[in-house]
């Protein structure tokens, strides 16, 4: 999508966890911590907790406390990466950024509409599982649904939702289950280390959001 490159963010594939954990922490003043990993057990990948039916197989955090585990130093990151290198990485949201999260299809129109409109993007992942989080500036959880009123829809009526405070998002190249690793569909570089409001991708998002779900019942009629 004509993104500049940042030289020093970590590739979507290919890197160790652990440079790009520390990276995460140096470069963009991210905390992290180690979630779960994946593991061959008689041939097949299953999530480290040991769970039959994990819900997020190696990409969830081990520990009910993990808001303490995390760190936004470069030092710290290693340290925790070398003891469990296959770990997930794990982003809490609700200190330097939240994260709004909209299906991949609504994710990609809004996305389209956003450039046209000529709109400051933030970083925006994709996870295997079709889900995209746009990241935005903290506060966001608070005040999206009141946003999502005011252009109109209920909230609940759109598949729209924001990661705040006690919350975490999965950072490339993490890999969920046998689907794939997060990645970047606008990837972290120098030019939007300034995260916008929600209040400016609203609008875009919800509307993308509306339309999928018009169309869902559509279908359904």
Not at 47 to 71: E, K
Request: proline share 8%.
């Amino acid at each position: 999508m004509g993104v500049t490159e940042a030289a020093q963010i970590p590739k979507q594939r290919g890197e160790q966890l652990l440079d790009s954990a520390v990276r995460y922490a140096e470069e963009r003043h991210w905390d992290v911590f180690p979630g779960t990993w994946l593991e061959a057990v008689e041939g097949r990948e299953r999530c480290s907790c040991g769970a039959d039916a994990c819900a997020v197989p190696g990409a969830h955090a081990v520990r009910p406390d993990w808001s303490t585990q995390a760190t936004g130093s470069g030092v710290g990151a290693r340290r925790m990466w070398s003891k469990t290198p296959k770990a997930s990485i794990l982003l809490p949201t609700g200190r330097t950024f939240d994260a709004i999260e909209v299906s991949e299809s609504a994710g990609f129109l809004a996305l389209a509409r956003m450039e046209r409109m000529e709109l400051t993007l933030g970083p925006v992942t994709c996870t295997p599982d079709r889900r995209m989080y746009f990241f935005v500036l903290p506060g966001a959880a608070a005040k999206v649904p009141d946003l999502v009123r005011k252009l109109g829809w209920a909230p609940a009526s759109i598949d729209l939702a924001t990661r705040g405070e006690g919350h975490y998002v999965a950072a490339p190249p993490t890999r969920i289950g046998g689907f794939g690793a997060v990645q970047w569909a606008r990837r972290p570089t120098p030019a939007n280390r300034w995260l916008p409001d929600a209040e400016e991708l609203i609008s875009p998002l919800a509307y993308a959001c509306g339309r999928e779900a018009a169309e869902a019942r559509s279908r359904a009629q």
